[in-house]
């Protein structure tokens, strides 16, 4: 366990020291930027290291895993839904997950609208875009989310509170920023498009490979996996 926990704490360091140095460049303060340890593919004894160090914000990507970690893990511990949700995944979904990253449609929003009425829940949400137009990734295209935002906003029991995206797998930081500062540009004009629409402050945006860009770009949630676990796997 001590070799476990002294290399998970080695690549937290090094990944808080990323962090830092990007905000350093563009003159953010570290504390506007929320890492979310995703917890996908992690044996059970690293995802009670990481909480052993302090880290309280977890991301799942699946469902079904998401459910029994809630309840064999600290409650202390806020969960984030990142990865795809099926809509007929949202009612376990919703008591547990204190933000869903990945709401992709407009179906699916009114989905989890109507059971959080069901249940007497008002979750926090993030709609996903897929700004870089991949056929692989999920959510709404700028161009959807632009026409629809009027039934986005007029849905009663989510709290809209940002946008969501992904950058292609690309080793171009000029390429990743761009689709980050394409989310945030899209963050600033729906802002305004609706007098009493939300605020949209935060924007989950930036993974393992490419986090250090979303900051540039000004992302407020980071969710990295893989780099926690260097060496472990």
Not at 61 to 88: C, E, Y
């Amino acid at each position: 366990m001590s070799t476990t926990f002294d290399k998970i704490a080695e690549n937290l360091k090094r990944i808080r020291g990323e962090i830092e140095e990007a905000c350093a460049t563009s003159n953010r303060d570290p504390g506007e930027v929320k890492l979310v340890a995703v917890t996908k593919y992690a044996q059970d004894e690293w995802v009670q290291a990481l909480i052993d160090m302090g880290v309280s914000e977890l991301g799942e990507s699946r469902p079904q895993q998401l459910v029994p970690r809630a309840d064999q893990f600290d409650d202390k511990v806020t969960w984030h839904m990142i990865g795809h949700l099926q809509r007929n995944k949202v009612r376990p979904v919703l008591p547990i997950a204190q933000l869903i990253h990945s709401v992709d449609t407009l179906k699916l929003l009114s989905r989890v609208d109507l059971i959080a009425g069901d249940i007497g829940l008002k979750p926090s949400v993030l709609l996903e875009v897929n700004i870089s137009g991949e056929e692989s990734k999920h959510g709404f295209s700028k161009t959807e989310l632009l026409e629809q935002w009027e039934e986005v906003v007029s849905q009663e029991r989510v709290n809209i509170r940002g946008l969501m995206t992904m950058a292609p797998r690309t080793d171009s930081a000029d390429e990743a920023i761009s689709v980050f500062e394409e989310l945030r540009e899209l963050r600033d004009e729906l802002s305004t498009k609706h007098p009493h629409g939300p605020t949209l402050a935060e924007l989950s945006m930036g993974m393992s490979n490419d986090f250090p860009a979303a900051i540039k770009a000004g992302a407020t949630i980071i969710r990295v996996g893989s780099r926690l676990y260097d060496g472990l796997c």
